[in-house]
């Protein structure tokens, strides 16, 4: 049975929240449903995940519309620029998406970090919930939740990591 909060946060500074998300994208296909996962501050470190991801399809599809190698954070300044585009450009197709209830289960891996970058200001993030259809779940991931969005979420769970041998 599909069990759904309607936006779903997965937080923290643990390692293993993309996985989670995915994890109930998967659970969510068992379930009969169709899933969407766009990710964001990747650039192409997710290959080969992504590739996987892509043989779910027709029923899951998997996005990245960054370009770069390496964290955005590092990039140079005329390159962050050029990538926060195509961000804008993830970021647009997310309210796609939702607007046209293109799936049962939207997945927004890392948009919380475009709030912490201040790429996607609070405000912003809190009129794209809206625009969520009732009968959609979304499910966001990044490390810090903003307290200020606890009334437009249903859920938080956070990832913490105890223990990490180097």
Known sequence: MFRK??????????????????GKGIKAL????????????????NGDLMQVLKKLEPEMKAFSFE???GLFENLPEEEKKEEILNIRNGLSFARKVMVTGGADVLILDE????VD???LPQDELRQLLA????E????????????????CVDLVSRIE??????
């Open 161 to 166: 990591t105890i223990y990490r041998k180097n």
């Open 30 to 45: 068992a379930d009969g449903k169709t899933v969407t996962l766009i990710q964001f501050l990747k650039g192409k470190a």
């Open 67 to 69: 370009k770069y190698e």
């Open 111 to 114: 948009v919380l970090g475009l």
């Open 131 to 134: 625009v969520r259809p009732e």
């Open 117 to 119: 970058l201040g790429i």
């Open 5 to 22: 909060y309607g936006v779903t946060v997965v937080c923290g500074n643990g390692i293993g929240k993309t996985n989670a998300a995915i």
């Open 136 to 151: 959609m779940q979304l499910i966001i991931t990044g490390k810090v939740f903003p307290e200020e969005l606890k009334d």
